[in-house]
């Protein structure tokens, strides 16, 4: 990967994490997930 991919990536992937988190439970539970499972689901860490 070059360095510009890298940081559009992760930008990318920090934007995913700031809006889940903004989700209320009933709508992260129509997507299936919960709230602890944000990163682990965006980082697949």
Avoid at 5 to 30: C, F, G, H, P, W
Wanted: aromatic letters at 6%.
């Amino acid at each position: 990967m070059k360095f510009g991919e890298i940081v559009r990536s992760y930008t990318a992937k920090r934007r995913a994490v700031r809006e889940l988190n903004q989700m209320d439970e009933r709508s992260l539970n129509d997507i299936g997930l919960r709230r602890e499972q944000i990163s682990h689901a965006v980082w697949g860490r």
